[in-house]
């Protein structure tokens, strides 16, 4: 729902930086988060943009314009250990359902040697 | 424990069958909710509620019954699946308090097969 889109892949080298981006419809926008899910767990939560501009949080950083509907998740010194889906989940003010999230369909990560 | 959990970790069933799901948060936290994962889909929201009120039920097919006795516990009752219902069913809890973020902790799923 929301049309929230996000690549279905994306690889890299250890050590690399990698951007993945998200779209999203801006209509009632109240917030955006970006989860990592690793196959078979469950997703945990990486971090929140509600202003313009961007949130570092270590090897992570995420980014956010509201007037263009998009955010990015930035990986830097990537490790095999990063691999996994990562999901770009938006909050929509909906009356009584404020605060629902909406989810992307995930970007698998495959982070190689 | 901590955290958000549920029971059980795997589950077959047949069509016939009736089971339950368990999930269990120790947060304190006000929201629960029911979410489907299937391969190659986004998360779906089943249900949310809220101090242990449905507050959505999004068009959910009337073989998922769900049921939440207190604010720490959320149960989500099958019977007569489908195949197609096989899936991972995540269980999470929010703060759904004004003035903070609303972040979503999610349990660790049932992988539920449907025979």
């Known amino acids: 729902g929301q049309n929230i889109d996000q690549p279905t892949e994306m690889t890299a080298t250890e050590g690399a930086i990698v951007q993945i981006n998200c779209t999203y419809q801006?209509?009632?926008?109240?917030?955006l988060f970006w989860y990592q899910q690793h196959a078979g767990e469950a997703p945990t939560f990486l971090s929140y943009?509600?202003?313009?501009g961007l949130e570092e949080k270590g090897r992570f950083s995420s980014f956010l314009s509201r007037s263009k509907g998009y955010s990015y998740l930035l990986l830097k010194e990537l490790q095999m250990k990063d691999s996994a889906s990562y999901l770009c989940?938006?909050?929509?003010?909906?009356?009584?359902?404020?605060?629902?999230?909406?989810f992307g369909r995930g970007t698998q990560l495959t982070v190689w040697p | 424990e901590t955290g958000v959990t549920q029971t059980p970790r795997h589950l077959v069933m047949g069509m016939t069958n009736k089971k339950s799901l368990k999930c269990e948060q120790h947060?304190?936290?006000?929201?629960m909710y029911w979410y489907k994962q299937s391969a190659k889909k986004p998360l779906e929201l089943m249900f949310v509620?809220?101090?242990?009120?449905?507050?959505e039920n999004n068009s959910v097919p009337s073989r998922f019954s769900p049921e939440c006795p207190n604010s720490s516990h959320l149960f989500l009752h099958l019977h007569t699946l489908q195949p197609e219902d096989s899936a991972l069913y995540l269980c999470?809890?929010?703060?759904?308090?004004?003035?903070?973020?609303?972040?979503?902790?999610f349990g660790p799923g049932t992988r539920l097969t449907v025979t």
């Open positions: 999470a809890s929010s703060p759904r308090t004004s003035g903070s973020i609303d972040e979503q902790y």
């Open positions: 801006t209509s009632g926008f109240n917030g």
């Open positions: 943009n509600v202003l313009d």
């Open positions: 989940a938006v909050s929509y003010d909906r009356g009584s359902t404020l605060g629902r999230l909406y």
């Open positions: 947060l304190g936290h006000n929201a």
């Open positions: 509620y809220s101090l242990e009120e449905r507050v």
